[in-house]
């Protein structure tokens, strides 16, 4: 006979079994997963566009402060 053992999520606190053999995450958590990653990109990239901005206009005002 084949033993089955039984795969858990590996989100904290999370007892819900796993249906694919490659995954660690349950369905609901890893689709969670997937939606904050996107997110997190997009506002990645928004931080990425304003950061260099902001420290030029920050040189400026200082460098004018400074005559």
């Known amino acids: 006979m084949k033993k089955t053992t ?4 590996k ?4 007892n819900k079994e796993i249906y694919k053999k490659h995954t660690l995450f349950c369905l609901e958590h890893s689709r969670k997963m997937k939606e904050n990653g996107k997110k997190a990109g997009e506002v990645l990239a928004v931080a990425i566009v304003t950061v260099p901005i902001a420290f030029r206009t920050a040189t400026n005002i200082i460098k ?4």
Do not use: G, Q, T
């Open 6 to 9: 039984v795969k858990k999520c």
């Open 64 to 67: 004018r402060i400074k005559k």
């Open 11 to 14: 989100y904290p606190k999370c």
